[in-house]
């Protein structure tokens, strides 16, 4: 019974979280500047990586299930490769070789620098650091 | 209409990502299958439904069909947690698994996409 109710509160969780970052991501989309249309999706995905850096840095230190929220569900939903696929495809398909290559590098490269941003930022907190000692 | 896509995004996102929290939890690897799974259905799909709405012949999808689908898509996939897991790899010195990672994340889901096109077409 109880292993019952801690997967209901993971499944709630994670819709919760899924339908917010969805939601969140595409009134981005809608505000956000965008010289190319690529870019919004990276500016997201950059978003996102940092925030899992930064929740995740706190497992253990707060409940499972706000980590179960906002990794899973909202960086989850918010964060989006399925249209980093389209918007690249969609690229070679129009011969802008240099702007796909460019679009790739920098979903690799800048999300790799914000999730250890994320961390670092999370590491530096003072509630954090005193429940380490 | 603004509050209609609100609401369809949010049922394609929760959807989504439970499907994607499921599949996650009951896949337990030393190297992130799940996430890349999730990622190249996720691309496929997405492939699929653009290529089904561009085709709109009668018969195909609402837009709120099409809404929810994409909503799911987004939903589904995730780069936050591919760039954590490639991270991690990397920091506890699998070098190779998270060049793996990088490729089958970042140019197999390309292919996986550019499949749903063509199904779709």
């Known amino acids: 019974m109880k292993r019952l109710k801690t997967y209901t509160l993971f499944i709630i969780c994670v819709a919760l979280g899924g339908a917010l970052g969805s939601v969140a991501r595409v009134h981005l989309f809608a505000i956000l500047p965008s010289p190319l249309p690529w870019v919004p999706t990276l500016i997201v995905n950059v978003l996102g990586a940092f925030l899992i850096g930064f929740v995740l840095e706190h497992d253990g230190h707060v409940h499972h299930h706000i980590i179960t929220f906002a990794a899973i569900g909202f960086c989850g939903g918010f964060t989006t490769l399925s249209h980093f696929s389209y918007q690249t495809v969609m690229l070679i398909e129009q011969g802008l070789h240099l702007q796909a290559f460019a679009n790739i590098a920098l979903s690799l490269i800048v999300t790799l620098i914000a999730v250890a941003a994320g961390v670092a930022l999370a590491a530096k907190l003072p509630h954090l650091k005193r429940r380490r000692r | ?121």
Do not use: Y
């Open chain 2, 1 to 121: 209409m603004i509050v209609t896509q609100t609401m369809l995004t949010a049922a394609g996102g929760a959807m989504g990502a439970v499907a994607r929290a499921v599949l996650a939890r009951h896949c337990d690897s030393h190297f992130p299958w799940a996430t890349f799974l999730v990622n190249a259905l996720g691309s496929m799909l997405l492939g699929f439904i653009i290529a089904h709405a561009a085709g709109d012949t009668g018969g195909a999808p609402s837009l709120n069909e099409e809404l929810i689908a994409v909503g799911f898509c987004g939903g589904f996939t995730t780069f936050s947690a591919f760039s954590f897991q490639t991270l991690r790899l990397l920091h506890t010195g699998h070098s190779a698994k998270a060049c793996a990672n990088i490729v089958l994340n970042l140019v197999v889901c390309l292919g996986a996409f550019w499949l749903g096109l063509i199904a779709g077409g």
